[in-house]
T-cell receptor, first 114, second 113 residues
Framework: NAGVMQNPRHLVRRRGQEARLRCSPM?????VYWYRQLPEEGLKFMVY????????ESGMPKERFSAEFPKEGPSILRIQQVVRGDSAAYFC????????????FGPGTRLTVT | DQQVKQNSPSLSVQEGRISILNCDYT??????FLWYKKYPAEGPTFLIS?????DKNEDGRFTVFLNKSAKHLSLHIVPSQPGDSAVYFC????????????FGTGTRLTIIP
């Protein structure tokens, strides 16, 4: 049973370009969460999605960031017009839903903005 | 506002001894707590969890204790092994609602052979 898959593992973008990060949840998991870890900090929640629905986006910056989890295919975190401060590790997690279920994390995408 | 705090950024423990990692929280609405372990350049790996109806949960070498009145939890690892060297994060959430995890800033555990 494959775990949470994220790609690419490393992404380098110049300031002003777009970054697209992909996440495929574990088989049987319908809940996806995105977190960001800045250097020397803990993980910060960004957004929680179920298929075709954004459930909680309280941690998403108001501009340039968007997320989707379509009916078919992976969840996508999109960052438009990247700036140096977007450089971080972005982690996706999934859970099967229900109460108290643990979230299982992917290996992360390390975004570097030059 | 840091709702989950891990006040020790690092901890060194001799191999074979007990490692105790601590975590405090301020939001009394949290009722489900988790510990994750993270190696460099990898995602966090789930270790163990506890709900607020319990004060202790064990899984092999790992035991988590919860003191609700003090809003404090701890992770005990015994005996500590070299492979336990990693960064440990505690996280808190709500049992009902599939809510986001709120993480502490992590404690780097080093096991000395």
């Amino acid at each position: 049973n494959a775990g949470v898959m994220q790609n690419p593992r490393h992404l380098v973008r110049r300031r002003g370009q777009e970054a697209r990060l992909r996440c495929s949840p574990m088989k049987g998991h319908s809940h996806v969460y995105w977190y960001r870890q800045l250097p020397e900090e803990g993980l910060k929640f960004m957004v929680y999605l179920q298929k075709e629905n954004i459930i909680d986006e309280s941690g998403m910056p108001k501009e340039r960031f968007s997320a989707e989890f379509p009916k078919e295919g992976p969840s996508i975190l999109r960052i438009q017009q990247v700036v140096r401060g977007d450089s971080a590790a972005y982690f996706c997690a999934s859970s099967p839903g229900g109460q108290g279920y643990e979230q299982y994390f992917g290996p992360g995408t390390r975004l570097t903005v030059t | 506002d840091q709702q989950v705090k891990q006040n020790s950024p690092s901890l060194s423990v001799q191999e074979g001894r007990i490692s105790i990692l601590n975590c405090d929280y301020t939001n009394s609405m949290f009722d489900y707590f988790l510990w994750y372990k993270k190696y460099p350049a990898e995602g966090p790996t789930f270790l163990i969890s506890i709900s607020s109806i319990k004060d202790k949960n064990e899984d092999g070498r790992f035991t988590v204790f919860l003191n609700k009145s003090a809003k404090h939890l701890s992770l005990h690892i015994v005996p500590s092994q070299p492979g336990d060297s990693a960064v440990y994060f505690c996280a808190a959430t709500y049992y009902f609602g599939n809510e986001k995890l709120t993480f502490g800033t992590g404690t780097r555990l080093t096991i000395i052979p």
